[in-house]
C-alpha cells in the first residue's frame, strides 16, 4: 500500500534518567536528573508505524487520523499541514516503510548522497553545568568540574561546553567570573589541546564581561561562545571587531532560546557563525530547510535540544543532509522502554545506526502501559 490512512495515534510521556545530577546554569536552578520524553506513535492501515518525541495534544491528533500519507508528509520536504505537530513520528515511519534510516531519506530531500555505513558524526559533551555551587573554594570547584570531564572523556568524548555565567545570579559576579575562567582552564587541562571546548553563557554576561573571560582563556583555544548575553547585533559586531583585534578565533553562536527574529539576517550578514534553534522546538523539517540555506551563507548548524534525551539521535540524521553540521549536542541518559544501544559514542563520533527509521526501538508493551497511565490514543 503506496500512500496508506494513518489509523491511530497514541502518545505518552516516559522518564528518563541523566547518569548524574545536573546543576544550574545563568539563568536557571538545578536540571536535575529526570528527562521527560514525550512520545506519539502513528499506525498506518498496513501494519506498518513510527515514533517519535511529540508534545502534540490529542485534537491535533484527531486531525491527522484518517488522513492519507501523503497529506500529512512529502518525501523531498517532509512533514506538512496537520502534520507538522507530528514531525518526528512521520519522519520516522516514512523511513520505516522504505526499510532506510531517516538519514538516507533526509540526504535525498536536499539532493545529497545518503551516507555510507559506517555514518559518524561529531558530538560533544554538553553536561558540565554549575555543579559546584556547594563550593567555596574555587580551586575545588575547578576541579569538579575537570573531573566531570575526566568521565566524559572516559564515555567516548572529544568535545566539551562549558557552562558559564556563575556571576550572573547564582555567586557574587567577580567570584563568579573568577570561577568560571578557572573552570575553563581546569577542564583544558584535563581533556589535553586538541579537544574542542565551547562555553555558553545562557545570556549571563554582558560585552565587556565576555571580552574579559575571552582574553583570560585565550590560550584555551576556545571553539565558540554561546549566548553571550541577549541576541544585540551592535554588541556582537564590536563583539567581533574586539576579538579580530586580539587575534582571537572564538565563533559567535546564537539561537537556542528565544532568539530575535533577526538572528538569521545578521547570520547570513556573517556576525553570527553559529544557528542553534531548537531540533524538538524549530523541528526536523524547518532544520532541513533552514540548514541548506546556512550552507550557502557558510554558517554552522547545531542544533540545541538538552533534557530531550532522542534529541541526541534526531541531531545526527540531519548532518546527512548538511555540508557545514557543527556538533550533536550529547545529554546522557537513558529511558526505560526506550533502546537506544545502536548508538555508540567513541573517539569523539556518534556512530549512527544504519536501522530503519531513527534506529531507536520502543518497547510496545511498557509504552502501552503508560498511554493507558497518562496519555491518550486517538483512532479512525
Not at 138 to 163: C, P, V
Not at 371 to 379: D, I, M, P
Request: with cysteine.
Amino acid at each position: 500500500m503506496d500512500n496508506p490512512r494513518i489509523i491511530a495515534v497514541e502518545w505518552t510521556t516516559l522518564e528518563g534518567r541523566r547518569p548524574r545530577h545536573a546543576g544550574s546554569n545563568a539563568r536557571l536552578g538545578a536540571h536535575g536528573e529526570i528527562v521527560s520524553v514525550p512520545l506519539a506513535r502513528l499506525v498506518a492501515e498496513d501494519g506498518t508505524w513510527g515514533f517519535g518525541r511529540c508534545r502534540a495534544s490529542l485534537e491535533d491528533a484527531r486531525q491527522i487520523v484518517g488522513r492519507r500519507l501523503d497529506d500529512l508528509f512529502s518525501p523531498t520536504a517532509g512533514a506538512k499541514g496537520p502534520g507538522l505537530a507530528f514531525d518526528l513520528p512521520l519522519w520516522d515511519l516514512a523511513a520505516r516503510r522504505e526499510n532506510r534510516p531517516v538519514y538516507a531519506l533526509a540526504a535525498r530531500s536536499v539532493g545529497r548522497p545518503a551516507p555510507t555505513a559506517p555514518f559518524q558524526v561529531r558530538c560533544y559533551d554538553t553536561s558540565l553545568y554549575f555543579d559546584d555551587l556547594h563550593l567555596a573554594d574555587t580551586q575545588a570547584a575547578a576541579e569538579l568540574l575537570a573531573q566531570e570531564a575526566r568521565e566524559g572523556y572516559a564515555r567516548g568524548h572529544r568535545a566539551f561546553k562549558i557552562k558559564v555565567g556563575r556571576g550572573a545570579r547564582h555567586m557574587p559576579l567577580e567570584e563568579g567570573i573568577r570561577r568560571d575562567i578557572a573552570v575553563v582552564h581546569a577542564v583544558r587541562a584535563t581533556v589535553g589541546p586538541n579537544c574542542p571546548l565551547m562555553l555558553d553563557a545562557n545570556n549571563g554576561y554582558n560585552l565587556n564581561l565576555a571580552k574579559r573571560v575571552l582574553l583570560e582563556t585565550r590560550d584555551a583555544d576556545i571553539f565558540w561562545l554561546e549566548e553571550a548575553f541577549h541576541e544585540d547585533v551592535v554588541l556582537y559586531r564590536d563583539l567581533r571587531e574586539w576579538m579580530a583585534a586580539q587575534g582571537l578565533s572564538v565563533r559567535i553562536a546564537d539561537g537556542e532560546g528565544q532568539a530575535s527574529p533577526s538572528l538569521l539576517a545578521w547570520a547570513r550578514e556573517g556576525v553570527v557563525d553559529v544557528v542553534q534553534y531548537d531540533i524538538f522546538s524549530y523541528g526536523f523539517t524547518r532544520w532541513l530547510a533552514l540548514a541548506r540555506q546556512l550552507d550557502e551563507w557558510g554558517v554552522y548548524t547545531a542544533p540545541h535540544h538538552y533534557g530531550g534525551h532522542v534529541g541526541n539521535h534526531v541531531s545526527t540524521h540531519l548532518a546527512a543532509a548538511v555540508e557545514r553540521f557543527a556538533f550533536v549536542e550529547w545529554d546522557e541518559a537513558s529511558t526505560p522502554g526506550l533502546d537506544a544501544s545502536a548508538y555508540v559514542v567513541e573517539e569523539g563520533q556518534v556512530h549512527v545506526p544504519a536501522a530503519p527509521g531513527f534506529g531507536l526501538e520502543l518497547d510496545l508493551e511498557r509504552f502501552a502501559h503508560a498511554v493507558r497511565q497518562g496519555g491518550f490514543t486517538a483512532t479512525a
